[in-house]
């Protein structure tokens, strides 16, 4: 295993430091401390208690859970349902080698949160329960695992102060961890706090500017916050930077369609159900229904292509309802949010401000539904 590390001046690109590091790659584990605490050294930064603790901590001693670990959130970050069964596969076995790895249950109960496994949540999502309070057993002071289990009060509980309280001491840990930021500005702006949303998740690209799904949701933000021109500008860099993630596909053609953007829109969903597995032949399907009959043909030929796929795509009554509440459907998007109620499905925290659920806002069963979740509707 051969690593090596420069230290560069940003402003005139001058090599300040470098060094080459030779291990074996079962000495992967404590590498990773040496070169932090010798960069740490070059800088010239004087480390505090805390940053000293977590510089020397090791969360296992062995090379093959943590080569396990690495690799399940290697397909965590994918955030498709290949991705998603491969790294519940991996970290499962990181803590079969190793049942005392904290970090590796706290990156199990993340897996599970993505919720592409077949099925409704309330059948799997206690598994991400399960493993986030175990990995606090075994650290309390684990941000990882504290972040988990917000996100899971959040997106599952409806525990909107626990969430809150999970994700601020998360935070409180370890200031660092992007991913704490990132989900603390999700419930922020799902509870309407706008201007405290957009700081924490700013803080998580700030710290994470390579992560798509950050990105992304940095986008996502914007949307949520009726700004559709940023959301717009912040989904474009991240399909540049990878075409091939989908979540930057289906929110930048959420954002065009509240633009009035519907060509543009139509081609972001194409691509998105491309990347999701659609054939060629449902791509154009896709394309000829929004030529004959423009937005609301090619709704309801989404809608019916995700019927006929539902198992298999792992759609959400969440999504169908939006389609349906876009074609004025106000009765089968109600009755498809009562589906997502039932089976307590992840998206539906995202109701509160969704944009296109306005037109259900004077529904009766629609306020009931937000009170049901726990939002206070003024």
């Known amino acids: 295993l051969v690593i090596r590390t420069e230290l560069l001046d940003t402003i005139d690109d ?3 430091w470098e060094h080459e590091y030779r291990r074996k790659l079962a000495d992967i584990v404590g590498l990773q401390e040496e070169v932090a605490t010798d960069i740490s050294e070059q800088l010239h930064h004087q480390l505090t208690t805390d940053e000293e603790h977590r510089l020397s901590r090791r969360y296992t001693e062995s090379a093959e859970a943590y080569r396990l670990y690495l690799e399940g959130r290697y397909f965590w970050n994918k955030r498709t349902a290949d991705g998603q069964a491969k790294a519940i596969e991996r970290l499962q076995r990181a803590i079969d080698v190793d049942p005392n790895y904290s970090l590796a249950y706290a990156g199990l109960a993340d897996a599970y949160l993505l919720g592409f496994v077949p099925g409704p949540p309330v059948e799997h999502m206690p598994q991400a329960r399960d493993a986030a309070v175990h990995a606090l057993r075994l650290d309390q002071t684990l941000s990882e695992a504290h972040a988990a ?11 909107w102060t626990g969430a809150e309280t ?25 509870l309407g ?3 405290e949303a957009m700081h924490e998740i700013q803080q998580a690209q700030h710290l994470d500017p390579v992560s798509l799904i950050i990105s992304t949701n940095v986008g996502e933000i914007f949307y949520f916050a009726r700004d559709y021109d940023r959301a717009v500008i912040e989904a474009q860099k991240v399909v540049e930077m990878d075409p091939n993630f989908p979540q930057a596909h289906w929110r930048l053609a959420e954002a065009y369609v509240e633009k009035g953007m519907f060509p543009e829109a139509v081609e972001q969903y194409v691509n998105w159900i491309s990347l999701l597995g659609a054939s060629r032949e449902h791509v154009d399907a896709m394309r000829h229904a929004y030529g004959a009959a423009g937005m609301p043909g090619f709704w309801r030929k989404l809608i019916a292509l995700f019927e006929e796929r539902n198992n298999e795509a ?29 089976e307590r499905e ?20 629609f306020t009931r539904l937000l009170y049901d979740v726990g939002f206070r509707p003024e």
């Open 149 to 159: 289990l917000g996100e899971f009060k959040a997106r599952f509980d409806w525990d």
């Open 14 to 16: 001058r090599r300040m």
């Open 193 to 195: 706090r706008k201007d």
């Open 346 to 365: 992840l998206m539906l925290v995202e109701i509160n401000v969704e944009p296109a659920f306005d037109t259900l806002r004077s529904e009766p069963g």
């Open 314 to 342: 792992r759609v959400t009554a969440r999504r169908l309802a939006s389609m349906h509440a876009r074609l004025g459907e106000n009765d089968q998007a109600l009755e498809q949010l009562e589906k997502a109620y039932r």
């Open 166 to 190: 999970e994700l601020r001491r998360a935070i409180e840990l370890d200031p660092s961890y992007a991913t704490a930021h990132e989900r603390y500005a999700r419930l922020l702006i799902w």
